[in-house]
Protein backbone atom coordinates (compact mmCIF):
# COMPACT_ATOMS: atom_id res chain seq x y z
CA UNK A 1 0.00 0.00 0.00
CA UNK A 2 1.33 3.50 -0.56
CA UNK A 3 0.30 6.81 1.68
CA UNK A 4 0.88 10.06 0.80
CA UNK A 5 0.89 12.90 3.57
CA UNK A 6 0.73 16.79 2.56
CA UNK A 7 2.19 19.15 4.90
CA UNK A 8 2.72 23.35 4.66
CA UNK A 9 -0.17 24.99 3.76
CA UNK A 10 -1.56 27.72 5.45
CA UNK A 11 -2.01 31.57 5.16
CA UNK A 12 0.23 33.67 3.46
CA UNK A 13 0.53 37.28 1.76
CA UNK A 14 0.01 37.96 -1.79
CA UNK A 15 3.47 37.68 -2.85
CA UNK A 16 5.01 35.39 -0.15
CA UNK A 17 6.10 32.08 -0.22
CA UNK A 18 5.25 28.51 0.98
CA UNK A 19 6.50 25.08 0.48
CA UNK A 20 4.27 22.24 0.57
CA UNK A 21 6.00 18.96 1.55
CA UNK A 22 4.45 15.02 0.73
CA UNK A 23 5.66 12.04 2.48
CA UNK A 24 5.31 8.93 0.53
CA UNK A 25 4.89 5.48 2.71
CA UNK A 26 4.10 2.14 3.08
CA UNK A 27 5.47 -1.02 1.54
CA UNK A 28 5.60 0.32 -2.31
CA UNK A 29 5.64 4.21 -1.24
CA UNK A 30 8.82 4.15 -1.93
CA UNK A 31 9.65 7.21 -4.56
CA UNK A 32 11.89 5.84 -6.77
CA UNK A 33 8.87 3.20 -7.63
CA UNK A 34 7.01 5.50 -9.21
CA UNK A 35 6.99 7.06 -12.97
CA UNK A 36 6.39 9.96 -11.53
CA UNK A 37 5.45 12.63 -8.74
CA UNK A 38 3.23 15.57 -9.02
CA UNK A 39 0.74 18.40 -7.31
CA UNK A 40 -2.21 19.08 -8.34
CA UNK A 41 -4.72 21.53 -6.90
CA UNK A 42 -8.42 22.32 -6.48
CA UNK A 43 -9.59 25.69 -5.79
CA UNK A 44 -13.42 25.80 -5.05
CA UNK A 45 -16.23 25.14 -8.18
CA UNK A 46 -13.03 24.35 -9.99
CA UNK A 47 -11.38 21.46 -11.26
CA UNK A 48 -8.59 19.42 -9.97
CA UNK A 49 -5.45 21.00 -12.14
CA UNK A 50 -1.88 19.61 -12.36
CA UNK A 51 0.67 22.56 -10.93
CA UNK A 52 3.93 20.40 -11.81
CA UNK A 53 4.88 16.79 -12.25
CA UNK A 54 8.39 15.31 -11.71
CA UNK A 55 9.43 12.05 -13.72
CA UNK A 56 11.67 9.57 -12.06
CA UNK A 57 13.97 10.78 -15.11
CA UNK A 58 14.17 14.15 -13.83
CA UNK A 59 11.79 15.91 -15.82
CA UNK A 60 9.68 18.58 -14.77
CA UNK A 61 6.52 20.14 -16.10
CA UNK A 62 4.47 23.26 -14.77
CA UNK A 63 1.17 24.24 -15.59
CA UNK A 64 1.39 27.51 -17.38
CA UNK A 65 -0.25 30.08 -14.58
CA UNK A 66 2.88 28.96 -11.92
CA UNK A 67 5.78 28.48 -14.54
CA UNK A 68 9.02 30.39 -12.94
CA UNK A 69 7.13 30.87 -9.47
CA UNK A 70 6.70 27.05 -8.38
CA UNK A 71 9.53 24.83 -8.33
CA UNK A 72 9.00 20.72 -7.95
CA UNK A 73 11.70 18.79 -6.21
CA UNK A 74 12.24 15.55 -4.37
CA UNK A 75 14.59 14.17 -1.89
CA UNK A 76 14.43 10.13 -2.39
CA UNK A 77 16.32 9.58 0.79
CA UNK A 78 13.57 10.82 2.55
CA UNK A 79 10.87 9.49 0.14
CA UNK A 80 9.61 12.93 0.44
CA UNK A 81 8.61 15.55 -2.67
CA UNK A 82 8.21 19.48 -2.10
CA UNK A 83 6.66 22.15 -3.87
CA UNK A 84 8.47 25.54 -3.58
CA UNK A 85 5.68 28.26 -4.25
CA UNK A 86 6.94 31.94 -4.22
CA UNK A 87 5.50 35.06 -5.78
CA UNK A 88 1.93 33.45 -4.63
CA UNK A 89 -1.29 34.79 -5.64
CA UNK A 90 -4.93 35.03 -4.77
CA UNK A 91 -5.75 32.70 -7.54
CA UNK A 92 -3.49 30.41 -6.33
CA UNK A 93 -5.86 29.36 -3.75
CA UNK A 94 -6.66 25.90 -3.50
CA UNK A 95 -6.35 22.22 -1.63
CA UNK A 96 -2.99 20.89 -3.15
CA UNK A 97 -3.12 17.04 -3.49
CA UNK A 98 0.51 14.93 -4.12
CA UNK A 99 0.05 12.51 -6.45
CA UNK A 100 1.99 9.62 -6.93
CA UNK A 101 1.99 7.35 -10.62
CA UNK A 102 2.46 4.30 -11.09
CA UNK A 103 2.47 2.31 -14.56
CA UNK A 104 2.56 -1.32 -14.72
CA UNK A 105 2.55 -3.63 -17.37
CA UNK A 106 0.62 -0.78 -18.94
CA UNK A 107 -2.10 0.10 -16.21
CA UNK A 108 -1.86 3.01 -14.76
CA UNK A 109 -2.34 3.56 -10.97
CA UNK A 110 -2.87 6.86 -9.00
CA UNK A 111 -2.23 7.07 -5.23
CA UNK A 112 -3.44 10.73 -3.75
CA UNK A 113 -3.10 12.83 -0.65
CA UNK A 114 -5.66 13.93 1.46
CA UNK A 115 -4.67 17.49 0.52
CA UNK A 116 -3.45 20.78 2.23
CA UNK A 117 -5.26 24.15 2.61
CA UNK A 118 -3.01 26.92 0.63
CA UNK A 119 -4.90 30.45 1.40
CA UNK A 120 -3.18 33.98 -0.80
CA UNK A 121 -4.70 37.25 0.73
CA UNK A 122 -4.24 40.13 2.83
Known amino acids: QVQLVESGGGLVQPGGSLRLSCRAS???????????MAWYRQAPGNQRELVAS???????NYADSVKGRFTISRDNAKNMVYLQMNSLKPEDTAVYYC?????????????WGQGTQATVSS
Open 99 to 111: NALRVLFGTQYDY
Open 26 to 36: GASGSILGFNA
Open 54 to 60: LTRGNDT
